[in-house]
């Protein structure tokens, strides 16, 4: 078809132009949607908008279509509205389906500025939290579009469309509900940005792991509560956290250098790690890893689950034996947002559409840094002070923040095989 061939586009609906929503509610099967516009086909009538939900097998289907114009058998005065009344519920009820048909004028009304995605994540999610989270939303003038599920498990996921309200407005709004009812709640800008190509990094210890790396080398030097001590000093603020590395690593000094694939044996991912990678990966994110441990074990883990950047600090290893000193740059606190902005532009992405993921205080400038922070089982001062929070031991849960759903997480599992 030449370009003169091409059609003009039908104009919306104003708001005198006389529009019917058709309704169609009942058991599902194969075929329904056909059949509606078919039926409707016969009438020479426009779709304005169209949405449709299966809910256990039963589906709401709703068309909102121009009225049909009167025959010119009919004249003036006649209408083959009613006939596509009776037409339409007449097709239905040879199906066993419900009808309802309302008339009305123009589109669907416009929907208010500030426009945001709040993300709820539940386990589980009971009647009462989505009555509170829904009051919040309209108390602070927004109003609720659209909602639909994104995962049942291993948490239930559920997505409300907001608009009428700024995003930031609502974050204020829902972060103290979210911790009132214990669930977690994520609001961020709707936008093309969110399925564009993303960068996702994260912390490693208690994040990306289940353990504390230096932890892990404590054990075989036989210091562990040496360790720990400096550790709890450096948590009183007694330490800043790269005097606190070099007083833990100093315990290190000594031990063979055997440790180390050692210590990488006895590593645990955390529950859902794999997964978020993978599936990531497959939807073309980019993801890296920063950490205040060391190399020895990060350089691995990004070999393992393939990851696009890595860095943390690094064992000084001489004669097969650790020294018990770091070499190079410290991976500290402002290290990590330092190399969150290095990795976005090596990746090419703008810091807003990158995402930060950590549990501790050193990793706050990195998760305030990014577009979105989610603090993972984190301490109260982290959780409060970043974007969204993560509470259950599942470190996937994280993809439902960013709209990706379950069906799409097992879709790039079964890709990756």
């Given at each position: 078809m030449?370009?003169?061939?091409?059609p003009p586009?039908t104009?919306?609906?104003?708001d005198?132009?006389?529009t019917?929503l058709v309704?169609i509610?009942?058991?599902d099967?194969?075929?329904?949607?056909?059949?509606?516009?078919?039926?409707l086909?016969?009438y020479?009538?426009?779709?304005v908008?169209?949405?449709q939900?299966?809910?256990?097998?039963?589906?709401?289907?709703?068309?909102l279509v121009?009225s049909?114009?009167p025959s010119?058998?009919q004249?003036?005065?006649?209408?083959?509205?009613g006939?596509?009344?009776?037409?339409v519920?007449?097709?239905?009820?040879?199906l066993n389906?419900q009808?309802?048909i309302?008339?009305?004028?123009g589109?669907?009304?416009?929907?208010g500025t500030?426009?945001?995605?709040?993300?709820?994540l539940?386990?589980p999610?009971?009647?009462?939290?989505?009555?509170a989270?829904?009051?919040?939303?309209?108390?602070s003038g927004?109003n609720?579009?659209?909602?639909f599920?994104?995962?049942k498990y291993?948490?239930?996921?559920?997505?409300?469309?907001?608009?009428?309200?700024?995003?930031e407005a609502?974050?204020t709004?829902?972060?103290?509900e979210a911790?009132?009812?214990?669930?977690?709640?994520?609001?961020?800008?709707?936008?093309?940005?969110r399925?564009?190509q993303?960068l996702?990094v994260m912390?490693?210890?208690?994040?990306?792991?289940?353990?504390?790396?230096?932890?892990?080398?404590?054990a075989h030097?036989?210091?562990?509560?040496?360790v720990?001590e400096?550790t709890?000093?450096a948590?009183?603020?007694?330490?800043?956290?790269?005097?606190s590395?070099?007083?833990r690593?100093e315990?290190?000094g000594?031990?063979?250098?055997?440790?180390?694939?050692?210590?990488?044996?006895?590593?645990?991912?955390?529950?859902?790690?794999?997964t978020?990678v993978r599936?990531l990966?497959?939807?073309?994110?980019?993801?890296?890893?920063?950490s205040?441990g060391?190399?020895?074990?990060?350089?691995?883990?990004?070999?393992?689950?393939?990851l696009?950047?890595?860095?943390?600090?690094?064992?000084?290893?001489?004669?097969g034996?650790?020294?018990?000193?770091v070499?190079?740059?410290?991976?500290d606190r402002?290290?990590?947002?330092?190399l969150?902005?290095?990795?976005?532009?090596?990746?090419?992405?703008p810091?807003a559409?990158?995402?930060?993921?950590g549990?501790?205080?050193n990793d706050?400038?990195?998760?305030n840094?990014a577009g979105?922070?989610?603090?993972?089982n984190?301490?109260?001062?982290?959780?409060?002070?970043?974007?969204?929070?993560?509470?259950?031991p599942f470190?996937?849960?994280?993809?439902?923040?960013?709209?990706i759903?379950?069906?799409?997480?097992?879709?790039?599992?079964?890709?990756v095989?």
């Open positions: 030449s370009a003169s061939q091409i586009a104009a919306v609906p104003g005198d132009v006389p019917l309704k509610f009942g058991k099967r194969p075929g329904i949607t056909a059949g509606l516009f078919d039926t086909a016969a020479s009538v426009d779709v908008d169209i949405e939900v299966v809910t256990r097998g039963r589906i709401t289907l709703c068309a121009t049909p114009s010119p058998a004249g003036t005065t006649g209408s083959s509205e006939d596509l009344r009776a037409t519920h007449s097709w239905a009820e040879s389906l009808a309802e309302i008339s009305g004028r589109d669907n009304r416009p929907r500030g426009r945001s995605h709040v993300t709820v539940g386990h999610l009971t009647a009462e939290t989505a009555a989270i829904a009051a919040a939303i309209t108390a927004g609720i579009d659209r909602i599920r994104l995962a291993p948490v239930t996921a559920v997505e409300f469309a907001v608009s009428g309200a700024a995003t609502l974050r709004v829902l972060a103290p911790a009132q009812l214990g669930v977690d709640i994520a609001v961020v800008a709707a936008g093309l940005q399925r564009a993303r996702v912390d490693v210890d208690s994040t990306l792991i289940q353990d504390e790396v230096i932890e892990l080398f404590a030097a036989g210091c562990e509560a040496e720990a400096v709890a000093a948590m009183r603020g007694e330490l800043d956290f790269e005097q590395l070099h007083a690593v315990l290190l000594g031990l063979d250098a055997s440790v180390v694939e050692a210590v990488r044996k006895e590593v645990r991912l955390t529950p859902g790690a794999r978020l599936t990966k497959r939807l073309g994110y980019q993801v890296g890893v920063v205040g060391f190399t020895q074990v990060t350089d691995a883990l990004k070999e393992e689950l393939g696009d950047f890595a860095s943390a600090n690094t064992l000084e290893i001489v004669d034996r650790l020294t018990g000193r070499t190079g740059d410290i991976v402002a290290g990590k947002a330092r969150l902005r290095e990795f976005a532009q090596q990746a090419g992405v810091l559409q990158t995402v930060a993921i549990d501790g205080a706050l400038d990195m998760l840094t979105l922070g989610v603090a993972f984190a301490k109260p001062v982290v959780r409060e002070a970043a974007h969204t929070a993560v509470n259950v470190l996937d849960t994280v993809l439902y923040l960013l709209g759903t379950r069906e799409e997480v097992e879709a790039a599992e079964t890709h095989g």
